[in-house]
């Protein structure tokens, strides 16, 4: 069964580093996704691209912030300076159908970031 | 702003038991709504997706219903196993023109069945 698959599962890092998350969505979907989940909270979104371009983000989703398609597979977020807080699981997500269409997002297994 | 709530916190059943997760969300605005599943430190797997004009979906032991109109889903589980123990989620999908790309999520429901 086609699945996301996110790497890598987890990445402990200095704060002020940058780190790249990459994600490989589901082959024929077209809307990518990321969310996160800081310990004990809810998932939260924070950008959906689609077409090559951001279509949406969140107010979480700042200037340290970056996504990118750099080709056909891969779809990766980048935090330029990271900072303790953003300690989460990040969550890449796919879905086959966007915005006025009804479409099920599929996740991946999420990749824990640790800030120290 | 759309909230999302899931009621119990936590839930613990026998093995074999039939139990309800619900979930309730402020803004009936929704073009759908998602049960997700979360085992501990792991990725979320889908269980179930209704759209805003269904009033349920069915898989397997798993029935989810939909009343948008009142803000309210139910996922109802028969049968209970252990193999069930884990955290469920519901998340929206709002149809406001600013939301319709991403899902508000529930705090969840973590459920324990008991062998």
């Known amino acids: 069964e086609p699945e996301v698959t996110q790497t890598p599962s987890h990445q402990v890092t200095q704060m002020g580093q940058e780190v790249i998350l990459r994600c490989v969505p589901i082959?024929?979907?077209?809307?990518f996704y990321w969310y996160r989940q800081i310990l004990g909270q809810k998932v939260e979104f924070l950008v959906s691209?689609?077409?090559?371009?951001?279509?949406?983000k969140s107010e979480i989703f700042d200037d340290q912030f970056s996504v990118e398609r750099p080709d056909g597979s891969n779809f990766t977020l980048k935090i330029r300076s990271t900072k303790l807080e953003d300690s989460a699981m990040y969550f890449c997500?796919?879905?086959?159908?966007?915005?006025?269409?009804?479409?099920?997002?599929?996740f991946g297994e999420g990749s824990r970031l640790t800030v120290l | 702003k759309q909230e999302v709530t899931q009621i119990p916190a936590a839930l613990s059943v026998p093995e074999g038991e039939n139990l309800v997760l619900n979930c309730s969300f402020t803004?009936?605005?929704?073009?759908?709504l998602q049960w997700f599943r979360q085992d501990p430190g792991k990725g979320l797997t889908s269980l179930l997706l209704?759209?805003?004009?269904?009033r349920e979906q069915t898989s397997g032991r798993l029935n989810a219903s939909l009343d948008k109109s009142s803000g309210r889903s139910t996922l109802y589980i028969a049968a209970s196993q252990p193999g069930d123990s884990a955290t469920y989620l519901c998340?929206?999908?709002?149809?406001?023109?600013?939301?319709?790309?991403?899902?508000?999520f529930g705090t969840g429901t973590r459920l324990t069945v008991i062998p």
């Open positions: 998340a929206v999908r709002p149809s406001w023109s600013s939301g319709a790309n991403n899902l508000f």
């Open positions: 082959s024929n979907h077209l809307y």
């Open positions: 209704i759209q805003s004009s269904q």
């Open positions: 997500a796919s879905s086959l159908t966007g915005r006025t269409n009804t479409g099920e997002l599929f």
């Open positions: 691209f689609y077409n090559n371009e951001i279509s949406e």
């Open positions: 803004d009936s605005a929704i073009y759908n």
